[in-house]
C-alpha cells in the first residue's frame, strides 16, 4: 500500500523565515507538490511534499532547520460536493480519526492529504471504499 512522506519544519514566527526555507529548496532545484502551514504566536509548522525529500531533509538540516518525517496518505477525489466527507465519514465509520488534512484542486479531481492516526488502517479502509490512493510519483507526475 502506498504513502508519501510529507516534511515538517518547525519556524519561528519571525520576518524572512518561511522565504529562508523555499529559497533553499528552490535553490537545490526542489519542487514542491504541497504544502500548508499552521502557526501560532510564536511559532508555525510548515508541512510539505516535495520530489525528493531525503534531499530536501539534508538541505534544511544544514541551514539549521528543525525537521521532522512523516507519513501521509494521499488520495485523487472527484472535486464536487460531498466527496471529501465522504472520504472521512469511510474512516469514521470504522472509528478512525483524522489528524489534519489539506487539499488542492487539480483539473476536475481534488487532491486530498491527510494525516490518519493509524496509517495502515486508513489505507485499508480507504482501498475497500475504492479510493484512488496516490504515491509520490502521482503526485509529482500531476
Known sequence: MS????ISVFLE???GRLAEVLGSLGNENLKINALTI???SE???LRLIVNNFPHAIKVLKAKEFVVTTTEVVALSIPNQAGSFASVLQALADKNLSVEYMYAFKWSTQAVLIL???NLEKALDILTQHEFKILDAEDLENL
Do not use: F, W
Open 3 to 6: 504513502h508519501i512522506i510529507q
Open 13 to 15: 514566527n519571525k520576518s
Open 38 to 40: 499552521a502557526d501560532t
Open 43 to 45: 511559532y508555525g509548522i
Open 115 to 117: 494525516r490518519p492516526e
